[in-house]
């Protein structure tokens, strides 16, 4: 990871004993963690006549954290000499919180001094934002609409199986949101599905997207209701709207969406590629729709299990924002499986979701593949196919397409012998223009 280091040293004297003062330092931009540890000679040692030795303290420093604009942070006092801070997770005592650049500042409490005074050395550590690869799932249900597990559950459920992020998205229901879920290593962001009988939408990123009950009954309320959503900063997408029991009946042209759910786990294949066709057709527009695929988990089963299929984001750190930016951007694709088919492609230094320059040489990594896979890489000019050799696992591509208007990218697979290949990833495009 890319790090940088800052080392500040602060001499206290005698007379400063008993006090307490800020020793100020900059945070640069894109830093996902502050890493702050310092030491000094807290203890004396005195050897006696009998060769015994003595341990003495003659120095207690504690440690306190400002944020931007003067916000506290938190302590530890003098019974740590080491803590850190990040979005996600931040040492005991101290509040998780985003890392924003700007002037911060430790807090310095001068408890004893010896005579002679003290100086103390701070080692901070600013781990910077590098984009990473992170799987997540974006639809799913616990006891708080009509799941089987808590959130609690859910986020150790997603943890053992491999993803980095889950929202949780009950039905017209916001209160889990408000939950304390600490489980390590998964990030759980806050979702809602609004629910009615002519359409579901996922409303996520936010722990209340609306103030009044959920229900309405015209175009013009529903209208009203996610409107409000999106201002209290929702990413509205539509849910399944193919679907033939609970598709979008409000008309998709009638709402402002920021993405579309192309593959839901619980539905048929059908459904999700009537959605997918809608979607390429939106494309030859030359209209940039973001997509993602939620599992859309209630409870456990094998034929409709948490992360399947899951989102594959390039996201810049896993806090709630970054990842959340990063489906926005359609800077992802969506697998089957948590362990893959997975894909990296880049033009002219721009990724899935972004707009390169016309004529834009593709960069195109493919792996976790299988023999016999069928992969499609599809522009508005037409769709090469290629089969995946025996034994084939990973598969590099460079490409040219200089008249087309975008480029994505699909995987077909056999995951039984007595059916066709089925779909086990596709992707956002990389646009040029």
């Known amino acids: 990871m890319n790090k940088e280091e800052l080392i500040i040293e602060r001499f206290i004297k005698k007379e400063e004993e008993g006090s307490y003062f800020l020793l100020p330092f900059e945070v640069p931009e894109d830093v996902e963690k502050v890493e702050i540890t310092y030491d000094y000679t807290r203890f004396s040692k005195e050897t006696k006549e009998d060769n015994g030795t003595v341990c003495k303290e003659i120095n207690i420093v504690d440690l306190g954290l400002n944020g931007v604009g ?58 910077k934002k590098e984009l990473r690869l992170l799987k997540g799932d974006t639809h799913m249900h616990t006891l708080g609409s009509d799941g089987t597990l808590s959130v609690s559950g859910v986020a150790q459920l997603g943890k053992q199986l491999g993803l980095d992020f889950i929202f949780v998205t009950d039905h017209n229901n916001y209160a889990h949101n408000f939950q304390n879920v600490d489980v390590d290593g998964i990030t759980v962001i806050p979702g809602t599905e609004w629910t009615h009988y002519r359409g579901h939408a996922g409303l996520l990123g936010v722990k209340k997207p609306f103030e009044s009950a959920f229900c309405v009954n015209s175009l013009a309320e529903a209208q009203e209701k996610l409107t409000e959503a999106k201002k209290n900063g929702a990413l509205l997408i539509l849910n399944h709207p193919f679907c033939p029991n609970c598709g979008w009946k409000w008309g998709i042209e009638n709402f402002e969406y920021d993405a579309i759910e192309i593959w839901n786990g619980g539905l048929s294949i059908s459904a999700n590629l009537k959605c ?79 707009t390169a320059i016309h004529g834009s040489e593709l960069t195109i990594r493919f792996w976790n593949l299988k023999t016999d896979d069928l992969i499609r890489i599809i522009t508005d000019q037409g769709t090469e196919e290629i089969i995946c050799g025996e034994g084939a696992r990973e598969m590099d591509f460079k490409r040219n397409y200089n008249e087309a208007k975008f480029c994505r990218f699909e995987i077909m697979r056999n995951l039984t012998p007595e059916f066709e290949r089925m779909m086990v990833l596709i992707s956002n495009p990389i646009y040029f223009d």
């Open 276 to 354: 997918l066709e809608w979607w390429q057709d939106q494309l030859l527009k030359q209209r940039k729709i973001p997509i993602v695929g939620g599992s859309d988990f209630h409870s456990l089963d094998v034929l409709r299990l948490m992360g399947m299929p899951c989102i594959c984001v390039y996201a810049k750190s896993n806090t709630n924002e970054d990842i959340i930016q990063a489906i926005r951007n359609g800077n992802s694709y969506i697998s089957l499986f948590t362990k893959g088919p997975d894909l990296y492609a880049e033009a002219g230094g721009k990724i899935l979701g972004e």
């Open 70 to 127: 003067g916000s506290y942070i938190g302590s530890s006092g003098s019974d740590r000499s080491s803590i850190y801070i990040s979005a996600v997770k931040s040492s005991q005592g101290f509040a998780a919180m985003n890392t924003d650049a700007g002037k911060w500042s430790i807090i310095v409490g001068a408890y004893k001094v010896q005579d002679c005074g003290c100086m103390v050395t701070y080692h901070i550590t600013f781990t």
